[in-house]
């Protein structure tokens, strides 16, 4: 009994230490000009049985578990913070980078691999597949800081966010051809459509859905909508993942149209699914990294296998792939070059490389090993940077608009009130107008205008700027009404007058 409960403390206390250590580096990697996922990554190598020994962990069933849930979770945050007007012209490219371009990636480093790791072809196409695809978490948590061309920000960020699926598929599929005597070529092709295809459809169904149920449904607390949206997001993945479709891609889709629709409790649920995911990009880390054995990780043998492998895949593979994929699709050299250089490796080829170690298929390990040290090169060497690169090449853009929040008051069965926060930027219709001029829909009031940081009260005189942050009292009849009015633009002639005023 003693045991019992002396161990589930221990186990409590380690989670806490793991989080409380994986947060405080997330705090110091922007400092240090180190991506966040090295940090957490070295914080579970560090605690492991070859570091000070807290923790002995060598489960790869378990690590591929909460990997594969963290990136769940992940690819949801992303697809809801996925803007599809931004998207939706760089739709082309990005599939077309996340399906030709992960199998040229692949090819191009199986066909090194299968030399410099002396195996056999099939083991060598498996290495490729598994370190094929760019990461949603490391391009995700490094975007985020970096002032990038929208076109070129979104064509990563949707890149990243589809071509996950394709990883998995390979790696699968090879995997399955290493252990079987007769494999069928033909049926693994119809596999493919079959899994992009259902994938494509039920994260469409699902997201519509969720959008529906979220915004039809009466709860009492607030704090429960984000978590229906979250058990959504796991729904989606489980249903798609059972008829063997792509669970991956249904999510990144039933976020994205989650993301894009007007929902009840926008705020809340983006906000939860962002510390969420940060949660579960600290696990998702920190149990990767109590998986390695830095003992064997840091070999003479491993380091220079790897760091081959790594300047490969990232100065030779991934170019290629980038410059054969985006053909006749306007990318300027500049950003052909970056697009390159931003293709970050990150959680999903370590948790790719679990995948032989449960088959038990020779060599998994030494796969696992260097499929680690190149992510590590490519999180150390690209995505420390990302940022100088940009700036290097004049690719970083005009300041990112600020998303309207909803900061809701109470709960929506007890009230039919919301607290809209939006930003004006200066070809804003509302701009130099008083708040007398405005003809504001029903049952709406501006409660505060926060003017280069400080708080301005407002009454009829006040003239709206460039740069307010308003936040209006709405009605939720009247919210619908309210956002066409904010989204509307000034005319020329319209702001010259207000201009004159």
């Not at 992960?102 to 090819?107: A, D, P």
């Not at 100065?315 to 792939?321: C, K, M, Q, S, V």
């Not at 009605?475 to 009404?481: F, I, V, W, Y």
């Not at 309210?482 to 005319?491: A, C, F, T, V």
């Amino acid at each position: 009994m003693l045991d019992g409960i002396f161990n589930t403390d221990y186990f409590i206390l380690m989670a806490a230490l793991l989080l409380i250590a994986g947060v405080v580096t997330a705090k110091f990697s922007t400092r240090l000009g180190v991506p966040a996922l090295v940090l957490f990554m070295l914080v579970g190598m560090v605690a492991g049985s070859d570091g000070i020994g807290f923790i002995y962990f060598d489960n790869a069933k378990y690590a591929q578990l909460v990997g594969i849930l963290a990136l769940v979770i992940i690819l949801f945050e992303g697809g809801l913070q996925t803007k599809w007007s931004s998207v939706k012209p760089v739709t082309v490219p990005a599939l077309s980078l996340a399906t030709f371009g992960v199998l040229i990636t692949s090819s191009v480093v199986a066909v090194a691999a299968k030399f410099i790791l002396d195996v056999t072809w099939l083991e060598g196409f498996l290495f490729g597949a598994i370190v094929g695809s760019t990461d949603a978490a490391a391009v995700f948590a490094v975007l985020k800081g970096v002032n990038l061309r929208e076109r070129l920000g979104s064509t990563l960020e949707a890149e990243s966010g589809t071509n996950d699926p394709m990883a998995v598929f390979l790696t699968i599929s090879f995997i399955q051809l290493l252990l079987t005597d007769q494999p069928n070529y033909f049926l693994l092709v119809g596999s493919f459509f079959w899994q992009m295809g259902m994938g494509l459809l039920i994260g469409l169904v699902l997201g519509k859905i969720a959008t529906y149920a979220i915004n039809r449904i009466n709860l009492d607390s607030s704090g429960l909508y984000p978590i229906f949206a979250m058990a959504f997001a796991l729904l989606t993945y489980s249903v798609t993942g059972l008829i063997g479709a792509s669970g991956l891609l249904a999510v990144y889709v039933a976020a994205l149209v989650l993301g894009n629709a007007d929902l009840t409790y926008r705020h809340s649920i983006f906000r939860f699914n962002e510390g969420f995911a940060w949660m579960m990009q600290i696990l998702m880390f920190v149990i990767l990294g109590l998986l390695v054995f830095p003992v064997q990780l840091f070999q003479l043998d491993i380091i220079v296998k790897g760091l081959i492998l790594s300047f490969i895949l990232i100065l030779i593979a991934r170019p290629i792939a980038v410059f054969l994929s985006t053909i006749g699709m306007k990318f300027d050299l500049r950003e052909k070059i970056f697009l390159s250089w931003a293709g970050l490796r990150g959680a999903v080829p370590i948790v790719l490389a679990t995948f032989p170690m449960i088959s038990g298929l020779a060599n998994s390990q030494l796969f696992f090993n260097v499929v680690f040290f190149v992510v590590l090169t490519s999180a150390l060497i690209q995505g420390s940077t990302i940022t100088l690169i940009a700036e290097k090449l004049k690719l970083t853009g005009t300041k990112k608009d600020t998303p309207i929040h909803s900061l809701e008051l109470v709960s929506i069965g007890k009230a039919n009130a919301e607290v809209i926060e939006v930003e004006i930027n200066e070809d804003n219709a509302l701009v130099y107008q008083s708040l007398a001029e405005i003809m504001f829909p029903k049952d709406v009031l501006v409660n505060a205008i926060i003017r280069n940081g400080d708080l301005i009260t407002p009454y009829g005189e006040t003239r709206i700027q460039a740069g307010d942050m308003l936040y209006i009292l709405v009605s939720k009849q009247s919210k619908k009404e309210l956002k066409r009015m904010l989204d509307q633009k000034h005319s020329l002639d319209t702001h010259l007058q207000d201009v004159a005023k």
